[in-house]
């Protein structure tokens, strides 16, 4: 164990402990000569996912990079299938899995230390778990291609690019590598778009918000679709301005004879119920077949197309079903495709779509539900369906490829007038046979599928594919020119030497600063300053260990510092001091790692951040990483931290945001990280840890202190002026307020109802022991009666017994 531990340190001090590769076995699949790399994270693909939307999307700029000569890696996030790199699907070269990533990557201590850390609680799996897998593919990736520009694209979504974005601003990935983030519609506007006004996980929301904020913020290449999403997210405090428009590829259609033929007779129109079909050719026909041999030829298909939920408008087109002329309703058959799901708005929580639809519907009108699918299956069964009228209905749409889709059909169309859908209708040139209607307005829907009806049937002029083809290759150049400009934009930057300071305070315990000391005269980056703050006891001479470090450092700087004076003050003492253009403060039990201030300093410059945090970590037998300082103020108000941070400062932001001289706070940086968060300061992210903590520390922050600490905390951010807070971070605290309220409005209106029912069961358990009471006494009386009755049978048996001998011997004579 001894030697174990020997080599960990060895490791954890050698400069190449963060940096990842392929098992020998996954190196021989891959074509290296390749000068053109593209790795798509997604947890949604077509031959995956059967909606389409982001997978779609993914799909379709897989064929079109394909094309233009890239090799392509899909990397699928939130899943645990096994493919080792094999891909069967056309245009990928490759597939990976995040849940395979101990298997296919040579993962090193600081690595597993890094995803054990993720595991402690579902939120932290479910992003910052996810977000460093796709981090640790890319940088094998990137190792694996050393000649190769490399251009990774994230969904906004799941901020799975998160650490991936981070890691490239701190310098962690070189220029070589380009990462784009597109914005397809996060949680954030599912939930408003949903009508979810009430969240059961607040936390877990807070979370996704700022993951996907940030991603979208901070990538090299960030783009919007649509005009109407850019709006959306900019209300709620995103930065657009770097963004640019990129409106989706079209996925052109290319739909199957056979599939769908229609066939002629009169039948009778089918019984209300859902079909499951599976996503085969064979079950695709099945159900075509099913609806064109059972559909009255004289009744009208009225299809809602999109998944059945609210922000797809399901409520609006079941509402406004209910307001269509008697007559009207005779005459149409309705068909749902789209997959059956939870509802979420606050009115109808707990239902599904099918429960909704029955709920509302049956009874009334012949309907049919079509949950499963696929997004190829839906088109080709419209397409083959007789003069169908298509409703999109959705209350708010970002790029939708519904609209892409059915825009190249020949059908009619009843169309939300909400800007997703007018964008994407005017990208295809498709204006005939389109009838638009007010968004979530049942009157405005009832109305247009009235007209759609009565101009029944009409066969509308669908884009002509030649002018689909050609809008593709405008897309195309325009994203290729995009990332163009983007590689350049990130070019390497010229280098930078900046003075940086280090202040190392060592009170009260002087024991290790000779350890730490040594740590820093060893450090590869060498425009230093080092003063060193101690204190000295009232009455004794100096400490030993600062008598010797003197002898050992002489060109550091030792200064005694008063002995009843505050951490904070001790802190502000440093900074006056600093010449330095910044500033790190370093605890005088803790260990750097060689490379810690040129990392520091790389990350500083690569980003232009007026401060640099990285995580924590500690060596007992085995490595623990402490935090990983995701920089969220949500999290960081919540405050549970065992120690203060570490972290390179601007001096002028040190400057600008005193310490809190407050007596007896240890937390004091975590103060100055929340301040440059609240006001939008540039803060780089280094991912991998970079110094070794005590886990015996005397900064190590007492539990029963954490409550000061966390008010103090509030209350230093409480003294910024609010004009000087950012948008977002406003619009954070507000949402974070609201859902506390209503979460503690929940918990209250648990607690009545379960006291409520506590009570109930008490009258019940008291009236049941009444009724228990009277049984028991009942039980008492009957079984006394029936030992009485057993009693009087006995004694007339032995009286007709008597009776019988003496009437024996009369008989006899």
């Not at 605290?733 to 109930?760: F, P, Y």
Request: include cysteine.
């Amino acid at each position: 164990m001894e030697m174990q531990s020997q080599n960990l340190v060895s490791h954890i001090l050698s400069p190449d402990n963060s940096e990842l590769g392929f098992q020998p076995q996954f190196l021989e699949a891959f074509n290296t000569s390749n000068q053109k790399v593209a790795i798509l994270a997604s947890n949604e693909f077509e031959g995956f996912s059967k909606n389409g939307g982001i997978g779609t999307y993914y799909t379709t700029l897989s064929q079109k990079l394909a094309a233009e000569g890239w090799y392509v890696i899909l990397l699928l996030c939130h899943s645990h299938e096994n493919f080792q790199g094999r891909s069967q699907l056309p245009n990928l070269h490759h597939i990976f899995s995040t849940g395979e990533v101990e298997k296919v990557l040579n993962l090193q201590p600081i690595h597993q230390g890094i995803l054990s850390k993720c595991q402690e609680d579902s939120i932290s799996q479910c992003f910052d778990g996810e977000s460093f897998c796709c981090l640790f593919f890319t940088q094998a990736i990137v190792a694996t291609f050393p000649e190769a520009v490399v251009y990774v694209e994230f969904p906004a979504i799941w901020g799975l690019g998160y650490r991936t974005i981070q890691a490239k601003k701190s310098g962690v990935i070189g220029n070589s590598c380009l990462i784009g983030v597109t914005d397809h519609g996060g949680f954030e506007w599912l939930r408003e778009a949903n009508s979810r006004y009430t969240v059961d996980y607040p936390k877990w929301f807070w979370q996704a918000y700022h993951y996907e904020q940030y991603s979208y913020d901070s990538a090299d290449l960030s783009c919007f679709p649509s005009y109407f999403l850019k709006s959306k997210v900019e209300s709620y405090g995103w930065k657009t301005a770097h963004a640019v428009h990129l409106p989706y590829f079209i996925p052109i259609l290319n739909l199957s004879a056979d599939v769908g033929t229609k066939h002629s007779g009169n039948n009778l129109p089918l019984k209300t119920h859902v079909l499951c079909p599976n996503a085969s050719p064979s079950e695709g026909l099945k159900i075509s077949d099913i609806l064109t041999t059972q559909l009255d030829r004289k009744q009208i298909p009225l299809v809602f197309f999109g998944r059945l939920e609210e922000r797809k408008g399901l409520c609006t087109f079941v509402e406004a079903l209910q307001l269509l002329n008697p007559d009207i309703a005779e005459k149409i058959y309705i068909l749902f495709l789209g997959k059956i799901i939870k509802l979420e708005s606050t009115v109808l929580e707990g239902l599904d779509s099918q429960q909704y639809i029955d709920g509302a519907l049956k009874g009334k009108f012949y309907y049919h539900i079509l949950p499963d699918l696929s997004s190829l299956e839906a088109i080709n069964l419209v397409s083959q369906s007789p003069t169908p009228i298509v409703c999109l209905c959705s209350l708010q749409e970002n790029f939708p490829n519904t609209a892409l889709e059915m825009g190249q059909l020949a059908v009619s169309l009843v169309v939300s007038d909400t800007g997703g859908f007018q964008e994407t209708l005017n990208l295809i040139s498709r204006t005939d046979g389109v009838r638009w209607f007010e968004p979530g307005d049942v009157h405005s829907l009832a109305g247009t599928i009235s007209e759609a009806i009565s101009a029944c049937p009409e066969t509308p002029i669908a884009p002509d594919r030649t002018l689909l083809e050609q809008v593709n290759q405008k897309l195309l150049n325009q994203k290729l020119e995009y990332m163009s400009e983007a590689f350049i934009k990130s070019a390497p930057k010229d280098p930078q030497n900046p003075r940086v300071t280090i202040g190392v305070t060592c009170f009260p315990d002087t024991i290790k600063v000779l350890d730490c000391l040594e740590s820093l005269a060893g450090q590869t980056y060498q425009n230093l300053e080092v003063i060193v703050l101690y204190k000295t006891p009232i009455g004794e001479s100096i400490p030993e260990a600062i008598a010797l470090a003197k002898e050992q450092f002489p060109t550091y700087q030792f200064v005694e510092f008063d002995v009843n004076k505050s951490l904070g003050m001790a802190y502000n003492c440093l900074v006056e001091l600093a010449t330095g253009e910044y500033f790190l403060h370093f605890a005088g039990d803790r260990i750097a790692l060689p490379m810690m201030v040129e990392k520091f300093v790389t990350a500083a410059c690569e980003s232009d951040a007026v401060a640099v945090v990285c995580p924590d970590m500690k060596l007992d037998k085995d490595l623990e990483v402490i935090n990983s300082n995701d920089g969220s103020l949500l999290k960081l108000l919540e405050f549970n931290q065992s120690q203060d941070l570490c972290a390179l400062f601007a001096v002028e932001l040190l400057r600008e945001f005193r310490y809190s001289e407050v007596r007896d706070l240890l937390a004091l940086n975590w103060h100055i990280l929340a301040a440059a968060i609240a006001t939008g300061k540039e803060i780089a992210y280094y991912p991998y840890p970079l110094y070794l903590s005590d886990s015996h520390s005397a900064f190590v922050i007492d539990p029963a202190k954490i409550p000061k600490e966390r008010y103090y905390l509030r209350q230093y951010l409480s003294q910024i002026e609010a004009s000087r807070w950012t948008q977002r971070q406003l619009n954070l605290l507000l949402t974070c307020v609201e859902q506390l309220w209503q979460s503690e409005t929940q918990k209250q209106s648990q607690m009545w109802q379960l006291e409520q029912d506590r009570n109930r069961y008490q009258a019940l358990a008291s009236q049941s022991q009444a009724w228990m009471q009277t049984a028991l006494e009942t039980q008492d009386e009957l079984d006394s009666l029936q030992s009485q009755l057993q009693q009087a049978q006995a004694e007339i048996e032995s009286l007709k017994t008597e009776q019988q001998q003496v009437q024996k011997p009369i008989t006899t004579r």
